[in-house]
């Protein structure tokens, strides 16, 4: 029987031909909106241009919004039933009896803690504030001053995991590059070398994917509604 090479798993041989489909455009573009978002969050907090870095945590949180929605209606590589598994499937990719092309079930675990993690991040930074209250994230007024101060401080070391969970990402991507398999051109391009026999992409519908944006953009609009401007 032949076996099914993973997105990005396929290794360098000469018997697999052509490139096909994997990742859709809404997953690339999340993918690297989030990671830009990130890195820019840091920059502005760390050049002390907290209204910016609030405006950016609200990005991201639109950006999560719309990939859990298309997480459930979208590419079949996209959607969470089609690669969270449960211990026996990690077990068997371990084993090298796994078989279908997206995320592999270990590197969905880190999917699952990135995507889980900064969704904690933005949450402790809607109720945020800081010490003189002059700059406050947008839900901070629903809970007490002792909750918000918490909240700071969980959200200032919570970074540091986020940061520990993107380092373990990137290394296993160096990890994958180093065995001959990569995964970051096909992140880019969409399209990786897949063994033939191998499920092809289910592309999500394009009306779905506005429709997604669209409902994340609105909840992220609701939840800053007729909060105070978050400052200079």
Known sequence: MSRQIPVG????????????PVWD?????????????????WW???YHHTGWHIWSGCAILTLLLFRVMWGVVGSSTARFSGFV????AIRDYLRGRWTGIGHNP????????????????????LIAQDDDGIYAGPLSGL?????SDWARGVHSVNFYVLLGLIALHIGAIIVYRLRGRRLVGPMITGKAILDPTAEPLRPGKWWAALLCLAVGVALT????????????
């Not at 809970?143 to 909750?147: F, G």
């Open 85 to 88: 598994r449960g211990p026996a």
């Open 221 to 232: 609009r609701w939840v800053i509604a007729g909060v105070p401007p978050f400052g200079p």
């Open 25 to 41: 455009l809404p997953i690339r573009l999340v993918h690297w909106l989030l990671a830009a978002l990130i890195a820019f969050s």
């Open 44 to 46: 502005s907090v760390e």
């Open 143 to 147: 809970v007490s001053s002792d909750t």
């Open 106 to 125: 270990l590197g969905a675990l880190s999917v699952v803690a990135l995507l889980g993690d900064t969704a904690l991040q933005v949450g402790l930074g």
């Open 9 to 20: 798993d396929a290794p360098l041989s000469s018997r697999f031909s052509g490139k096909q």
